[in-house]
Every structure is written in C-alpha cells, then in structure tokens.
C-alpha cells in the first residue's frame, strides 16, 4: 500500500493501516509533515503562528479536540473579535458600523438553499446590497474564496458547532504523528493504475502496490501535477471540475513591543475600496504578532506578487488602524501563501455553484485500486484538519476492504 501525502489525511490513513497491522509506505513532498497545517517559526522561535488551520473546528465531534486536551495544548477565547473596524483608512462611522451588522444579521437564514444549487452571492442578494458586502466578507475570510464562487448548498452542509483556537494546531499534528515512518522530500510525479497493481513514479523511484491512497490537495490534482495512465474515468474529472481551491491567505508581521501594543487596539478589520477585506488577529496568544487574514482573488494577487509586496501591503493596514508608530514597530514579515504553493495551490477545496455532489463522487475508488481521501472529500467537515482526518481514516478502512474482496 503506497500513500501520497502526509497532511492530516495521509498521516490518519497510515495510522489506520497501522493499527490494522498492514505494511504502507506514506511519501510526502515536503520535507516535513503535517500540509496545511502549519506552525510557522520564520519570524522566529518565540514567535511562532499557524500558517494554516488554527481552529478546531465543530470541537463536539472533531477528533482534535481530545487530542489536544490530552496533549495541554492551549486555547484562546474571541472576546476581542473585530472590536475596531476600519474604512478606506479612517475610523468606521457609527453608521457605517450599523450597516455592517444590518447586513450580517439575518445572513444566515438568506444563505440556505432554497431551490437550484446557487452562489453565496446570488442567495444573499435576496437581502439586499448590505448582506451581499456581508457575503462577500464572509465567503472571503472563512472561506478564502469570493462568493460568487461558493455553492449555497455545500456551504450549508458544513457542520457547525464550538471552535477552538488553539495554539500551535500544525505543531499538534505533527507531534501526534511523529513516530509514524514517512519519506520526505519524495514527490509523485505519475501514477499508472493500468496493471493489476499500481506504479508509483515519485522523485525517489518507482514504487509498486495493491492499490494507492492520494490526498494531495485539489489544487495540485487539478493543476496536473500528477499524471495518471490511464486517465482518470469522465466521473472522476467531473467531480474534480466542480471543485476549486479557496485563497485563504496569511501574512504575519512582529512587532516590538517597546513601540507598540496591538493588545491595547483587539483583533480589527480594515475594509478597502477595490482592495481586500483584511481581518487582524491582534497580539494571539499573548505573543507580540498580529496576523493579517484575507481572502479571494485580492488574495490571489497579493500571493502573486510575492512576501515583500504582502508585508507592505499588511503593514500599510496596520498603520490606518494603530497609527504611524506602527510602521516602525514592525520587526519582520512573513507571507503564508498557499495559493502560489506548489505543493498546495490553494487552501481548501470549494464546491463550486452547480456541482454539489463534487465532494460525495470523489470518494469513488477509481479501478478499485486508486482512492482519493483529503478535506476535499470530507463532506460536512470539509475545508478542516478534522475533516481531513476523519476522510483519511474512511479512505484506509475502503481500502482494506477492497483488498479482503
């Protein structure tokens, strides 16, 4: 058995198999483990955040959650939430900040599907110009994507329920895996399924088994990073073109703490005409950072443009909202841009208006030796690292009993 990947899917697939006593190798591109989560330490050791997932979500059924109770990891409230909100670089209006909660309230009934599979965009207009901009704002910073490209329906399938925010969730998962053997640094470039076993063409030799477990993001499926011979079946490409990945995008500033507090301003968003909606996270975990969070294809272009125009951009925001000692008091930058990722292409799967069903088909087995698992395929916990777990477990448990057949 080969697995390729070792984010959160990969690693719980491998460890299903393990405790089911049967041998894998597991490959990962990446010269660590864990995907898209990740706890960044490039602005420095004790400086540490989560470029990627953060928030256990659904916290009721998420696997993580006892996990990182048992672990001490700790957890952080929302009390100072969006307490600030800036427009165009200035102060929100009391007016301004009334339309703003005009617009969310009521967002959530106008969001469920009501007939045809629609957008976000196009389900929230019903409400108005105001719950639209809330759409908008929505879509773009819980799922990295603008609105007009989400499905109301899949989006109502998500399971809801108590978030978590943890401290260090990418460091969580790749301590709990850590004893798991993986080979780093071995991408897969093809994958030929035309045999009565599978070959695995990787960066570190080919590889041949029963059958093969791919929980690459679809970014890199869609992209072609891996060939695959044959071609995947017409109900397999269907299922990947009702799929697209989502923006979500981070840029984490340090601060020094002798010239400015962000703790005494709380967690703000800056809104821009024309430009991206950002949402600060101020002072996480008492650490002196704050971490920029955009989405959507303002998010896309700020990826394209690299960490340096990312940082400047983010800095600029910070000073409409702190002040101008803030341009002085940032130390160092860092840009998490998943978009331009190679081994990523984005941050998580989105369903696509129209294509509902996109996620269910893609847990299809293709020629009973090839099964896809990942977040993507999580159905209401997709767009999560629980979610991707629990799909890699499933995905182990299809594959023993395709091979007990």
Not at 314 to 333: K, N, P, Q, W, Y
Request: aromatic residues 6%; neutral net charge.
């Amino acid at each position: 058995m080969v697995i390729v990947g070792a984010g959160a899917a990969g690693l719980a697939a491998a460890s299903a198999l393990r405790s089911a006593g049967r041998s894998f190798i597991l490959v990962e591109a990446r010269d660590r483990i864990g995907g898209r989560a990740f706890t960044d330490t490039a602005l420095g050791a004790a400086y540490p955040f989560d470029a990627g997932a953060e928030y256990i979500h659904w916290a009721e059924r998420n696997p993580w959650a006892p996990i990182a109770r048992a672990a001490k990891a700790r957890f952080a409230g929302e009390e100072g939430w969006a307490r600030k909100l800036v427009i165009d670089g200035r102060p929100a209006t009391e007016a301004e900040m009334a339309n703003r909660r005009a617009g969310f309230s009521g967002l959530d009934a106008l969001l469920v599907p009501k007939a045809a599979d629609i957008s976000l965009a196009e389900a929230a207009g019903i409400g108005g110009p105001m719950a639209v901009q809330a759409a908008a704002g929505l879509s773009r910073l819980s799922l990295g994507e603008d609105p007009e490209r989400v499905s109301a329906v899949d989006y109502d399938r998500l399971w809801s329920g108590t978030d978590l925010w943890v401290d260090g969730y990418g460091a969580l998962v790749a301590h709990h895996f850590a004893d798991l053997p993986v080979r780093l640094g071995c991408p897969v470039h093809a994958i030929d399924w035309s045999g009565q076993d599978v070959r695995i063409e990787t960066g570190c030799g080919t590889l041949t088994a029963a059958a093969v477990i791919v929980t690459v993001p679809v970014g890199v499926l869609k992209a072609g990073r891996v060939a695959f011979t044959p071609a995947l079946p017409a109900s397999t490409q269907a299922a990947l073109d009702g799929l697209r990945m989502g923006a979500y995008t981070k840029i984490g500033l340090r601060l020094d703490p002798a010239k400015l507090d962000p703790a005494t301003v709380g967690d703000a968003v800056s809104l821009a005409k024309g430009g991206p909606t950002i949402y600060f996270e101020m002072k996480p975990f008492g650490r002196s950072l704050t971490v920029a969070n955009l989405g959507g294809d303002l998010a896309r272009d700020l990826c394209r443009a690299g960490e340096a125009a990312a940082v400047a951009l983010a800095t600029e925001r910070l000073v409409a909202i702190l002040g101008a000692d803030a341009r002085d008091a940032v130390v160092a930058g860092r840009l998490a841009g998943w978009w331009t990722d190679p081994y990523a292409l984005g941050s998580y799967a989105i369903v696509a208006p129209g294509h509902a069903e996109a996620r269910d088909r893609l847990r299809d087995p293709v020629g009973g030796r090839v099964f896809f698992a990942g977040e993507a395929l999580a159905g209401g916990g997709a767009m999560t690292v629980g979610g991707a777990t629990l799909d890699g477990a499933r995905a182990a448990r299809d594959v023993l009993k395709a091979l007990s057949t």
